[in-house]
C-alpha cells in the first residue's frame, strides 16, 4: 500500500504539489491503473520520457499567474508519485473532485488543509463574505446608485459562497447559523449576525451563574446587542442590599433616557427608593453608550481593555462606514502583532475594507506567491459579484477583457 502522505514529500516536490492543487488539476491526474505504474527506477527517469501532461490542468477564464509552462514542469515533476499512487488517496482525491471546479478559495482552501495549514484554510474559506462584507459597507457609504443596486441583491451569491466553505453544511439562509454550525470557522466571525449569534449563545451561560460578574457580563452582552430594555430591566432587579447596587442603578437611569421617556421615569422611581453606594468596572463603556459615544466607548474602552470581541460586536451594532472599518483594523492588527495570527488578521483586514493592509501584512511575512493567489481570489469573487447583480448585457466589456483586469 503506498504512503499518501505529501507533507512528507521533499520540500520542493511538495511545494509543487501545492501549487499544482492550488491552480487547479482535472480528477483524472488522480487516477492511476497498473499499465500506468512505473518500475523501482521511476524516480530516475527524465521528465521528456513523461510526455506533455498540460491537458490535466483545468481551464479558467482567470488571469494566469506565471509562465503557463511552470505547471507542466510541476506535473513532470510528480509524474513518478503519480504513478506509484502517492499523491493522495481515493478518499482525499474524490474530495478534491468535489471542489475543483467551485473556485479558486476552494481550492486554496482544501491545499492549505491537506499541509496542515488549519489556520489558512479557514482563512481561504472565510475570504468570500469577508470580500462580500466589505462590498456591503462600502455600498452603504457610497453616493453612486448604480453600484448601489449592483450589490444589494447578492442574497443567492452569498448563499454559495457559504456552500462553497463546507460541503458538509446544508445551504442554509442564515448566514449567522451556518458559521456556527461550522465550528472553528466561529473563530473567525466578522459579521453582524455572526457576533450577533455567539452573543446570544454567551447570554444563557451567564443566567446559569449566580455570581455578580455573571451578572455584569450578561448586561454587557445585552447593551452590545442594542438589547437597553433589557438591560434596564436586569439592572434594576439588583436586590437594593447588593453591594453593586448603586453604579447598577446609575446605569440603569442613563440607559433608560436613551429608550424611553416612560422607562426613564421608571428607572428613576425605583432608584430614588433604593440607593447604595459602590461602582464597578464597565460603567464608562454603557455610559458612552447610553449617549451615542460608541467609537470611544469601543477604542477607549473596550479595546483598551483587551475585549476585542466585545469592541467588534458592539461596533457591529452601531457603527458604519470608516468608524466601523477603523474599529476592525485595529483588531486586526492586534491579531496579527499580539496573537501572531496573520490568517485570522488577515481576515478581518478584508472585512474592513483594507485590502492594502491585508497585501502589506502578506509581503511583510514574505509570503509573495499567496499575495498573488489573494489577489486572484478576490478577482474571482469579485467578478462573481459583479456579473451575478448585473444583466450581462449591463456589464462592461467582454468576457475576455473582464478576465484579464486584474
Excluded at 527517469?45 to 503557463?68: K, N, V
Excluded at 446605569?251 to 433616557?257: E, K, T
Amino acid at each position: 500500500m503506498p504512503l499518501c502522505l505529501p507533507i512528507l514529500f521533499p520540500t520542493a516536490h511538495a511545494l509543487a504539489l501545492r501549487m499544482i492543487l492550488q491552480l487547479g488539476v482535472k480528477p483524472s491526474w488522480f487516477e492511476c491503473n497498473n499499465s500506468d505504474k512505473l518500475g523501482s527506477n521511476s524516480f530516475k527517469e527524465g521528465p521528456a520520457t513523461f510526455g506533455d501532461l498540460r491537458s490535466y490542468m483545468i481551464e479558467t477564464t482567470l488571469p494566469p499567474i506565471g509562465d503557463s509552462v511552470v505547471a507542466e514542469l510541476l506535473l513532470k515533476v510528480l509524474e513518478p508519485y503519480r504513478k506509484d499512487g502517492c499523491i493522495l488517496d481515493d478518499g482525499r482525491a474524490s474530495l478534491y473532485s468535489a471542489i475543483v471546479n467551485k473556485g479558486t478559495c476552494a481550492r486554496f482552501a482544501f491545499a492549505a488543509a491537506i499541509f496542515g495549514d488549519f489556520q489558512e484554510a479557514l482563512f481561504w474559506l472565510q475570504l468570500p463574505q469577508a470580500l462580500q462584507h466589505s462590498l456591503d459597507k462600502s455600498t452603504s457609504r457610497s453616493s453612486e446608485k448604480g453600484f448601489e443596486s449592483s450589490v444589494r441583491g447578492d442574497s443567492e451569491q452569498t448563499s454559495t459562497l457559504n456552500r462553497i466553505a463546507s460541503s458538509e453544511r446544508s445551504a442554509a439562509r442564515n448566514v449567522a447559523n451556518n458559521t456556527a454550525s461550522c465550528g472553528q470557522l466561529s473563530t473567525m466571525a466578522f459579521k453582524q449576525e455572526q457576533l450577533w449569534f455567539n452573543a446570544n449563545e454567551r447570554i444563557p451561560w451567564h443566567d446559569k451563574l449566580d455570581s455578580e460578574d455573571a451578572l455584569q457580563k450578561r448586561i454587557h452582552e445585552l447593551v452590545s446587542l442594542g438589547n437597553l430594555e433589557a438591560a434596564v430591566s436586569l439592572l434594576l432587579s439588583t436586590p437594593p442590599e447588593g453591594t453593586n447596587f448603586y453604579p447598577n442603578a446609575l446605569r440603569a437611569v442613563v440607559l433608560s433616557s436613551a429608550v424611553s421617556r416612560s422607562l426613564h421615569e421608571l428607572a428613576v422611581k425605583v432608584v430614588a427608593a433604593n440607593m447604595v453606594r459602590t461602582d464597578k468596572s464597565l460603567s464608562g463603556t454603557h455610559l458612552l453608550c447610553a449617549v451615542g459615544k460608541y467609537q470611544e466607548a469601543c477604542s477607549q474602552q473596550l479595546q483598551d481593555a483587551g475585549c476585542w470581541i466585545d469592541a467588534a460586536t458592539l461596533a457591529a451594532t452601531h457603527l458604519h462606514g470608516s468608524d466601523y472599518a477603523r474599529v476592525l483594523q485595529r483588531w486586526a492588527g492586534f491579531v496579527l502583532r499580539g496573537e501572531q495570527n496573520m490568517w485570522r488578521a488577515l481576515i478581518l483586514y478584508v472585512a474592513a475594507g483594507a485590502l492594502p493592509e491585508a497585501l502589506e501584512t502578506l509581503r511583510s511575512n514574505q509570503r509573495p506567491d499567496t499575495a498573488a493567489l489573494f489577489l486572484l481570489a478576490c478577482h474571482e469573487i469579485y467578478s462573481q459579484i459583479t456579473t451575478e447583480s448585473k444583466p450581462a448585457d449591463e456589464v462592461p466589456g467582454s468576457a475576455t477583457e473582464r478576465s484579464q483586469k486584474l
